[in-house]
């Protein structure tokens, strides 16, 4: 596979949606009076890795965000959601 068909496969998410996850996983853990260190602990991660996921530094699978989403007993669609 050639270098430009490997990119092509992996497309990263637009900034509205990497904005609107780090948004709403920071608003969450903080309503639960949780650090990143404790949601990390939950959810099975690293907390510079939450930390990185809520300035929109980083892309999250699909799999760290359920990880994310299980830790703060709420929906993967609660965390990708737009907010009002």
Do not use: D, W
Not at 55 to 73: C, D, H, K, P
């Amino acid at each position: 596979m050639s270098a430009e068909q490997q990119q092509s496969k992996y497309k990263p998410c637009s900034p509205e949606l990497l904005a609107t996850l780090a948004t709403n996983i920071k608003r969450l853990r903080k309503e639960q009076g949780l650090s990143q260190e404790k949601l990390a602990e939950r959810a099975g991660l690293h907390r510079t890795f939450i930390s990185l996921i809520e300035r929109s530094g980083r892309n999250a699978t699909l799999g760290v965000i359920e990880a994310i989403a299980n830790a703060l007993e709420v929906s993967v669609y609660a965390l990708l959601k737009p907010s009002p």
